[in-house]
């Protein structure tokens, strides 16, 4: 897939980073893989320091991990982690939909509209690339509501938090095969709220929608041993 897409004149370690963190969200690496300079150089055709450079910026944002004497290697992120981070991801989204059912324009709405309606036919014809796409049209949903709510301050957090949420969402997205039939179905719940000018509704379909994101991702990590679950259930705050 990349071999045909190396690199000509656009050569700076930032569209290096921004290639490799595609690569990362698509689901190309596994969590905890060993990340190769050798590797990366054949896939995108550049030389090694761009290659470098974007790497350390990887392992700044805490994408990768370095350990020394080894490399790098995908973050593989701990059950506290996860929890950590759609703690606060389901706080901040849901305020960012609460704000937007307020201040969102219809333009925007119509959007998230057309994105969802791209989306069902993607699913319908069932495409063999199709987890790429949907995942990248899930980022756009998201990403309109967070515009919509007109709030930099809650833009400039998520932002904070975005490659944390790309590398778990990729765990549960590419072990749940049925993962994007639910997803559409959540969206449009939370669509009908933001268009009804709802607030209260769209901040709790927002949340429902995360948490019952960070379920799947915890039963697929258990499924793969990616991490350990403990024996003490995590209260889910939309559990009966």
Same mark, same amino acid.
């Given at each position: ?111 998230? *509209?057309? @994105?969802?309606?791209? %989306?069902?036919?993607?699913? !319908?014809?069932?495409? /063999?690339?199709? $987890?790429?796409?949907?995942? &990248? ?70 949340? *429902?929608? @995360?948490?019952?994101? %960070?379920?799947?991702?915890? !039963?697929?990590?258990? /499924?793969?041993? $990616?991490?350990?679950?403990? &024996? ?9």
């Amino acid at each position: 897939m990349y071999g045909t897409g190396k690199f000509h004149k656009e050569t700076t370690s930032m569209a290096v980073y921004r290639h490799i963190y595609q690569l990362v969200v698509s689901g190309t690496f596994k969590p905890g893989e060993w990340i190769r300079e050798r590797q990366l150089k054949e896939m995108l055709g550049v030389s090694s320091t761009p290659i470098r450079e974007a790497l350390k910026m990887l392992v700044q944002e805490r994408v990768l991990e370095s350990v020394p004497h080894h490399g790098v290697r995908l973050s593989n992120f701990s059950l506290k982690e996860i929890e950590d981070i759609y703690v606060l991801r389901a706080e901040l989204e849901g305020l960012a939909a609460q704000l937007a059912a307020k201040h969102g324009s219809v333009e925007q709405f119509n959007q998230m *509209e057309k @994105i969802l309606l791209v %989306v069902e036919k993607i699913i !319908q014809e069932n495409r /063999e690339d199709q $987890d790429s796409e949907l995942l &990248k049209l899930n980022n756009e949903f998201h990403d309109l509501i967070i515009e919509a709510s007109r709030n930099h301050a809650l833009k400039n957090s998520l932002n904070y938090l975005r490659a944390g949420i790309d590398i778990i969402r990729v765990m549960s997205w590419k072990r749940n095969s049925g993962r994007s039939f639910e997803t559409i179905h959540q969206h449009q719940q939370i669509l009908y709220a933001l268009k009804a000018r709802d607030p209260y509704l769209a901040r709790v379909r927002t949340e *429902e929608h @995360i948490w019952e994101s %960070v379920k799947l991702v915890l !039963q697929a990590a258990k /499924e793969a041993k $990616d991490i350990s679950i403990p &024996k003490e259930p995590i209260n889910f705050p939309f559990d009966n």
